[in-house]
């Protein structure tokens, strides 16, 4: 995955959201090279692929280049711009509930944890039992520094 293409195509994706979702958002948008698993993965198999941050030094959105390039190597530009769109627009509604009080989307965020375990937990039985396996998971989350 060409790093370059994945700049482009994110600048692409921001700019369709409305000025105002960027109100407070006082550390922009960030890309990094990183590829981390969430601290929940059980077999380093869940991926962050966006991080709402915010902390004394203010808010910002992380998009992480490395989880994309890990997962999606070959992904189209087209399906890659759909995916960088849903993991934006996912982080966007961390930073909007955080300035409204609400925490819906950490809600869901936590259930689908949850289902992740509990699949799991799925794939381990159907392992030990000889039934195959299920594929791998990714999920964006959202992050508080104190």
């Given at each position: 995955?060409?790093?370059?293409?994945?700049e482009?195509?994110?600048?692409?994706?921001?700019?369709?959201?409305p000025?105002?979702?960027?109100?407070d958002?006082?550390?922009?948008?960030?890309?990094?090279?990183?590829?981390?698993?969430?601290?929940?993965?059980?077999?380093?198999?869940?991926?962050?692929?966006?991080?709402?941050?915010?902390?004394?030094?203010?808010?910002?959105?992380?998009?992480?280049?490395?989880?994309?390039?890990?997962?999606?190597?070959?992904?189209?530009?087209?399906?890659?711009?759909?995916?960088?769109?849903r993991?934006?627009?996912?982080?966007?509604?961390?930073?909007?509930e955080?300035?409204?009080?609400?925490?819906?989307?950490?809600?869901?965020?936590?259930?689908?944890?949850?289902?992740y375990?509990?699949?799991?937990?799925?794939?381990?039985?159907?392992?030990?039992?000889?039934?195959?396996?299920?594929?791998g998971?990714?999920?964006?989350?959202?992050?508080?520094?104190?």
């Amino acid at each position: 995955m060409d790093r370059d293409v994945f700049e482009r195509l994110l600048d692409e994706v921001a700019c369709e959201l409305p000025d105002e979702f960027y109100n407070d958002l006082n550390g922009g948008i960030i890309i990094s090279d990183e590829a981390p698993c969430h601290d929940q993965s059980v077999a380093d198999d869940l991926y962050i692929m966006g991080e709402y941050r915010r902390s004394a030094m203010g808010r910002q959105i992380v998009i992480f280049y490395g989880s994309f390039a890990k997962l999606y190597p070959n992904m189209s530009e087209e399906r890659l711009k759909k995916e960088l769109r849903r993991v934006l627009r996912h982080e966007f509604r961390h930073h909007l509930e955080g300035l409204a009080g609400q925490r819906d989307l950490e809600v869901e965020d936590e259930e689908e944890i949850a289902d992740y375990l509990w699949r799991h937990e799925q794939r381990k039985r159907r392992r030990q039992s000889g039934q195959g396996r299920l594929s791998g998971f990714q999920i964006g989350r959202k992050r508080e520094n104190k």
